[in-house]
């Protein structure tokens, strides 16, 4: 288990990490030559100020009319993604872990909070599943391939709580952890979790668009 | 209370008394972490005799170290002292922090021994 756990740790987080930052770069390079070729245009109307007031409201939970239409979903998608983001950052363990192998070490949350905030990533993602099966207008947009994503998503707050709580084999569910979220790291900028990486261009060519043409809000 | 009972009690709570003393004394099974304001993780299991004889370390200077200067004292160790006294909570240049060097005493040389425990939970019992 153990060679196991530092092929995870060791070699594959390594190959999971250049494919996340290289394929991020990648992913964002060849969009925006694509724009470049193809639809050239667009940054004739693409402005900062429409970008950014855009992103703002959206960013901000209720600032927007769909946000308001749709509370509970509303409430789940920020509290989701900000404990998605942050809990794996600020985790201690693994802020001992890169203070061990790089030695850098930043703040970090009591596990208590973190343990927490794990809790309601799970639980955000058992939401999304049941949103996609029951609201039609959800279902109809999605495909098998939504179902392997949240799988990927939770996979590594799902086997990080067993593993805390050392509950079932503890070493073969750190092991899994560890590969789990090398597989996330590595699937983010290749499948539709690239959101992350798009969604303030997105974003920012909406609300240029609707401001700069339409003369409209589109929040 | 009848004064049989209340010298059985007596001894007994002695007996324990005397036995737990001598435990903490003698068997050290966890290694101390008095140190930290508010500990996050379990204390980590370290049962000091059977590992040692286990490993086969002799030399109690094979982690009771003493540094000067950046460089490590050959013949002097450090087993009169805490490891606290030393490594402080933040870790300073070269000098590791307490938790750092914990981990990098223990986990470090079971990484290059091929043996013992290097996942967090494996220590760090709950």
Known sequence: ??????????????VAFILFFGGSIYRIASMLKLVAEKERFIFSYMSWRYSLRSILHWIIPFATVNWRRQPVLTVVTFTFHLCLLATPIFLLSHVVLWDEAFNVSWWTLPDAVADVMTIIVILGAVYFLVRRVTQPEVKFVTSASDFVILTIVAAPFITGFLAYHQWLSYPLMMCLHV????????AMPFTRLSHMLFSPFTRAYMGSEFGKVRHARDW | MKTVTRIALSLAIGIVLAITSAWSQDDMTIVDNAAFDN??????VFVHDAHNEAAGID????????????????DESSEDQSCSECHDLKGSGGQPSLIKAFHTSCKGCHQAQKKGPIMCGECHIK
Not at chain 1, 179 to 184: H, K, N, Q, S, Y
Not at chain 2, 39 to 44: A, E, K, L, Y
């Open chain 1, 1 to 14: 288990m153990h060679t196991f756990y530092n092929f995870v740790s060791g070699p594959l987080a390594w």
């Open chain 2, 59 to 74: 030399d109690c200077a094979e982690c009771h170290h003493v540094y000067e200067d950046g460089k490590r004292l050959e």
């Open chain 1, 179 to 186: 590969l789990a979220g090398d597989i996330l790291l590595a």
């Open chain 2, 39 to 44: 500990p996050q993780r379990t204390p980590s």
